[in-house]
Nanobody
């Protein structure tokens, strides 16, 4: 059964860092793309970064967020650096069909984790 579980969120001061993890099961990371999305309070969910089955990366928060993966651990990471209050929100990982390309659109992904909350505040 396909499953995604996020972890690593928390409260951090502006300028701080966090590393989020997305542990996956039921499929292989070298076939399915994994996207990271976030949803700020009162706003729509938006794409942050994605890594394809072949390892190609797309990143909408260049310079501060970095996506990576450990295939042996079936885990995808999102390193968040130089965090700002506007980065506050719930961060989700998601996947779509094997051998699909990366996408920043919520509607393209059909399996989601429950999310991990990131709060950037003094």
């Amino acid at each position: 059964q396909l499953q995604l579980v996020e972890s690593g969120g928390g409260l951090v001061q502006p300028g701080g860092s966090l590393r989020l993890s997305c542990a996956s099961s039921g499929f292989t990371l070298n076939s399915n793309p994994i996207g990271w999305f976030r949803q700020a309070p009162g706003k729509e969910r938006e794409g942050v970064a994605c890594i394809s089955g072949t390892g190609d990366i797309t990143n909408s928060v260049k310079g501060r967020f970095t996506i990576s993966r450990d295939i042996a651990k079936n885990t995808v990471y999102l390193q968040l650096n130089s965090l700002k209050p506007e980065d506050t929100g719930v961060y989700y990982c998601a996947t779509r069909s094997p051998h699909s390309y990366c996408s920043g659109y919520v509607s393209d992904f059909d399996s989601w984790g429950r999310g991990t909350r990131v709060t950037v505040s003094l």
